[in-house]
């Protein structure tokens, strides 16, 4: 992001347990539920590393384990639907979508990848009620990252101010998160608001590790709105010096700045 399997003899067991009487019935099942929890969460660990890996028929397979031993695992149809969404199947991500909203209708974590998925699919003002419904929820505990999505979401649908209002309230919260700064940024420059563009881009540039061709180019891209030549050249060096082979220096080379 370890896995157990319940042996041939232990199933028996528990079929035949029917057959004891109830006071051994009620002694064994609480064992036994947690062991199927336990294989459960073990499946969709596995599923979780695969489709990180992009391995995505191998984490599907894993989940659908994990559902055989524990059908009612909301968490499982939530990552089910990530998965076929990375495939590219868009009517099963959304059935497994709306399957563990069923299952845990107050879930904001399955909310925001309802969301994010709705996003990727351009069903922009859906994807906004989603959002929305996970950071309504008083139990939620990742409004950052939900706002980062939904702040980005609305920037795709051309929302710029209501994408500058999200995204700042992201900042907010987390005011060193170099990926807000980065998209906050982005969204200043189609506002026309050039100097603040300029700031945001400038803290993530500032820190090496942070920075990348994506961040470097955008600066570029700001100083020349800004009519800095130096400043664009000082940064396209430094982006063609550091990263040569990004599509981002080759953009820079051939001076196609509003591509």
């Given at each position: 992001?370890?896995?157990r399997?319940?042996?041939?003899?232990?199933?028996?067991?528990?079929?035949?347990?029917?057959c004891?009487?109830?006071?051994?019935?009620?002694?064994?099942?609480?064992?036994?539920?947690?062991?199927?929890?336990?294989?459960?969460?073990?499946?969709?660990?596995?599923?979780?590393?695969?489709?990180g890996?992009?391995?995505?028929?191998?984490?599907?397979?894993?989940?659908?384990?994990?559902?055989a031993?524990?059908p009612?695992?909301?968490?499982a149809?939530?990552?089910?639907?990530?998965?076929?969404?990375?495939r590219?199947?868009?009517?099963?991500?959304?059935?497994?979508?709306?399957?563990?909203?069923?299952?845990a209708?107050?879930?904001?974590?399955?909310?925001?990848?309802?969301?994010?998925?709705?996003?990727?699919?351009?069903?922009?003002?859906?994807?906004?009620?989603?959002?929305?419904?996970?950071l309504?929820?008083?139990?939620y505990?990742?409004p950052?990252?939900?706002?980062?999505?939904?702040?980005?979401?609305?920037?795709?649908?051309?929302?710029?101010?209501?994408?500058?209002?999200?995204?700042?309230r992201?900042?907010?919260?987390?005011?060193?998160?170099?990926?807000?700064?980065?998209?906050?940024?982005?969204?200043?420059?189609?506002r026309?608001?050039?100097?603040?563009?300029?700031?945001?881009?400038?803290?993530?540039?500032a820190?090496?590790?942070?920075?990348?061709?994506?961040?470097?180019?955008?600066?570029?891209?700001?100083?020349?709105?800004?009519?800095?030549?130096?400043?664009?050249?000082?940064?396209?060096?430094?982006?063609?010096?550091?990263?040569?082979?990004?599509?981002?220096?080759?953009?820079?080379?051939?001076?196609?700045?509003?591509?």
């Amino acid at each position: 992001m370890k896995a157990r399997t319940l042996s041939t003899l232990g199933l028996v067991c528990l079929i035949l347990a029917g057959c004891a009487g109830k006071g051994e019935i009620r002694e064994s099942r609480a064992p036994v539920e947690a062991d199927v929890t336990r294989i459960a969460s073990a499946r969709l660990e596995l599923a979780g590393m695969y489709l990180g890996r992009g391995q995505h028929d191998i984490a599907l397979e894993e989940v659908r384990r994990a559902l055989a031993a524990k059908p009612d695992l909301p968490e499982a149809y939530n990552l089910q639907g990530l998965i076929h969404a990375s495939r590219g199947d868009a009517a099963q991500a959304d059935a497994s979508f709306q399957k563990a909203l069923q299952l845990a209708p107050r879930d904001g974590g399955t909310m925001h990848n309802y969301g994010w998925y709705m996003c990727q699919q351009r069903r922009f003002a859906d994807a906004d009620a989603q959002f929305n419904a996970a950071l309504a929820e008083p139990q939620y505990r990742d409004p950052v990252r939900t706002l980062l999505a939904q702040g980005v979401c609305q920037a795709r649908a051309g929302r710029w101010a209501d994408a500058e209002r999200t995204l700042g309230r992201s900042l907010q919260l987390d005011p060193a998160n170099p990926v807000t700064a980065y998209n906050l940024s982005d969204v200043l420059l189609h506002r026309g608001e050039l100097e603040r563009a300029r700031f945001y881009i400038g803290r993530v540039n500032a820190q090496p590790e942070q920075s990348n061709a994506q961040s470097l180019w955008l600066a570029a891209r700001i100083e020349r709105r800004l009519g800095n030549v130096q400043g664009v050249q000082d940064i396209g060096r430094k982006l063609v010096e550091r990263f040569p082979e990004s599509n981002e220096a080759q953009l820079y080379e051939r001076g196609r700045f509003d591509e």
